[in-house]
């Protein structure tokens, strides 16, 4: 009631200005599905020949969004052919009234108002690994897993994919996930995406919704860890020291048993048998390299710009160092989680 009285005080304010504009729904959407991107056209009849540009303003849309600023145009003889690309974002959506006029305006001419019309909206019964894309297509370019902590990996992959609306993507059952970067351009978005997941999964898979051949596709990554760390000193990989101890006593014997043979037969081969066992006894005891981070640090999940931040340090704080990468340290905190801290928030900066 409220938009029919709307249009009709638009009507009203414009009856005595001339009408140049006709304007029409090219085509209406048998069918739609909540969630999909669908192009719709606006076929536009100027009789005035001299105007800078044709204006839309969408009036009241509900469960639909319109993603396009400005349309992409396709002239034809006297027509203009103006499409938009909206989003379904409810199970009631109806295509938005329209109001249509030309600008600038050197006269007052009357604007035209387009009707919107219900549509019929479709919503999916998914699978439970839905990845809440629907598109024309989806292509998985990379993937990376890496350890997050002592029971879960993050894995890190980029999909591509056509006509679909990648903000959308979400993932059931999953520890945490995020989207680490994005295109804007809905025709052939790409997003870089993280997920963390239990460290018993050999594979991890999902759907999403293929318009074209209207089945779930399935994407399956395979889950094979990898070592991130880029460093060039070895004291930087964290060491198993739960059989520190024994392997001291081994060393200390060889070492014990090295000096004797060396004082009984005066060779300096011998000596080997002392210095080696006793060089490696040091480098036992050598503690893991430290690095100190400033207050009020954030700690990311990844090693790029505008990752997520999963902590802030409350305090000046130690933790030991993993490695590095570009403009970024490795860190494991005391929980045993892994995360990323820029240089300049170390206390050495």
Known sequence: MLKLLLLTLLFVSSAFASKVLYVQYEEIPKRVIKGEIVPVTLKTLSTVRNFNNIQYTFIDPKGIKVLDKTPKRVIKGKFYYDTFHMLITASKAALPS???????????????????????????????????IIADALELKEYKTTSYDTKHNIVVFVLQAKNSYLKNINFANVYKQGIESITQDYTNPRVTYYVVIEKNLDFFKFSYFNLLQNSYEQISIPIVVVDDSVTTQSDLKPR???????????????AAFGLVLLLLRRKLL???????????????????????????????????????????TQSRQEFTREGKVDKFVKVRLQNNKIGWVKNEDTCSY
Not at 111 to 119: A, D, I, S, W
Not at 281 to 300: D, F, H, R, T, W
């Open 240 to 254: 198993d020291q739960s059989h520190d101890r024994i392997k001291m006593y081994i060393a200390g014997g060889v």
């Open 270 to 312: 011998y000596l080997l048998l002392v210095l080696i066992p006793m060089a490696y006894i040091a480098y036992l005891n050598m503690p893991q390299q430290q690095v100190c981070i400033k207050e009020g640090s954030n700690i990311y999940l990844l090693p790029v710009r505008n990752s997520t931040i999963f902590e802030t």
């Open 98 to 132: 329209v109001k249509v006029s030309l600008t600038p305006q050197k006269e007052e001419y009357e604007p035209t108002y387009v009707q919107g019309e219900k549509l019929n909206v479709i919503t999916l019964n998914p699978p439970k690994n839905f990845s809440n």
